[in-house]
């Protein structure tokens, strides 16, 4: 264990600071692709996904490379999955909006045009005629939500709006409110952003991008909740709580769980695993989601502090896997659940075993690099959760 704190633990620092300052290479790709120089919906996004394999291969290239101890390996691949998620987060979601962008700017381009454009005098020759078209609901204006929720719920097309307004601009007819959604278009590029700074594509400044990867959370907004000055009393209990969990956990990993994996084959090792994988698990959980989310929230002003909620109260296993780890929990669904039913046009019971199958291959990828065996024997337990989610009915039904 001695050896173990001191291998390579300045190498392990420096390895990690700079992991950290290359997602900024993410933030590079969205000024070319606010420039215009790259089209985020056709090579942008390509572009994103070589670079987060890049990355996610350099990373678990060098623990095998310099054979580091177990604690520096899991901790270097796990902070690199952080980033790695954080830094896909950055970039699809600004990603979306300039693509919004984008198609408001060709918006107020051709309403643009309009001003120089006079009234016909002949008849309308479209089809309803304008006269036959009703107005009645342009006397209460919708709100930004409405617009939004009405083009959610169209089928997807590229861009409609623009070739109607093409068609109105060559014949001469007004437009209605139903083809203008400059408001509902300058709404979203502002999501929860309570200043024009922080709204896209104002927000794309490199302090900006490096706010978001120290704040202790998944998903990218361009504004989050602050909290009062920094309670140091707090900040270091939650400190102190983290080192000697992290102690605790080198103990019982060393002394009953490392030697059971190296010296025994599956399924024989499990019994003697339970106990230990299952205090292991308590650990983890309480190390990160408790001590270290809440010190890095603290520091960092950051007052979102939902981490987890009352797990230990489920009554279903979906409701478990919510709750346990509410900030993996909200990536996954925003950018694997939500975004496989919106762009690979798939039904949402596909989406959820894509989501399970993704978490549980990346759980596996940690157990490889930790013990340098691939066995399996955690992606088929993991997968096994969703037939068990589907046949148990929650306590009380």
């Not at 620092?13 to 290359?22: G, K, P, Q, S, T």
């Not at 954080?86 to 979601?93: E, G, R, W």
């Not at 992290?246 to 399924?267: A, G, K, R, W």
Request: aromatic letters at 14%.
């Amino acid at each position: 264990m001695r050896d173990m704190f001191r291998k390579d633990v300045l190498v392990l620092l420096v390895a990690d600071a700079v992991m950290c300052a290359m997602t900024g290479i993410g933030w590079v790709l969205q000024r070319v692709v606010r420039r215009g120089w790259v089209d985020w919906d056709r090579t942008g996004w390509v572009l994103q996904n070589i670079w987060q394999t890049v990355f996610i291969a350099a990373v678990v290239g060098l623990t095998m490379l310099r054979d580091w101890p177990w604690t520096h390996t899991v901790s270097l691949v796990m902070h690199g999955l952080t980033m790695l998620m954080k830094t896909h987060s950055y970039a699809f979601y600004n990603g979306y909006l300039s693509s919004d962008y984008k198609k408001r700017s060709q918006l107020l381009a051709k309403l643009k045009e309009l001003e120089h454009n006079s009234p016909v005098q002949s008849p309308s020759s479209t089809a309803p005629p304008v006269s036959a078209i009703s107005t009645s609901h342009l006397a209460a204006h919708p709100s930004a939500h409405e617009y939004k929720e009405r083009r959610r719920s169209m089928p997807y097309v590229k861009v409609p709006n623009i070739d109607k307004i093409a068609t109105a601009i060559s014949s001469g007819e007004p437009l209605d409110e139903d083809q203008v959604e400059v408001d509902a278009l300058t709404d979203e590029l502002k999501g929860k952003s309570t200043t024009v700074a922080r709204a896209y594509p104002n927000n794309l400044t490199l302090a900006n991008h490096y706010e978001f990867i120290v704040l202790p959370t998944l998903v990218y907004e361009l504004e989050y909740p602050g909290s009062e000055p920094i309670n140091f009393s707090y900040a270091a209990e939650k400190a102190a709580a983290c080192f000697g969990v992290i102690f605790v956990m080198i103990l019982i990993s060393q002394t009953y769980i490392y030697p059971v994996v190296m010296e025994m084959d599956f399924p024989w090792m499990l019994l003697d695993l339970i106990f230990p994988f299952m205090l292991e698990y308590l650990l983890a959980w309480y190390l990160i989601w408790e001590t270290i989310l809440n010190f890095a929230a603290e520091m960092t002003y950051f007052a979102d502090r939902n981490f987890y909620d009352a797990w230990w109260n489920s009554v279903s296993w979906d409701q478990f896997a919510r709750d346990w780890n509410r900030p993996v929990h909200n990536f996954m669904f925003r950018h694997v659940y939500h975004s496989s039913i919106l762009a690979m046009r798939v039904h949402k019971h596909t989406a959820t075993l894509l989501t399970f199958l993704l978490s549980a291959c990346v759980h596996e990828l940690v157990m490889w690099c930790i013990f340098k065996k691939l066995r399996g024997y955690l992606l088929f337990l993991q997968m096994c959760q969703l037939p068990v989610s589907c046949f148990v009915q929650p306590v009380g039904d």
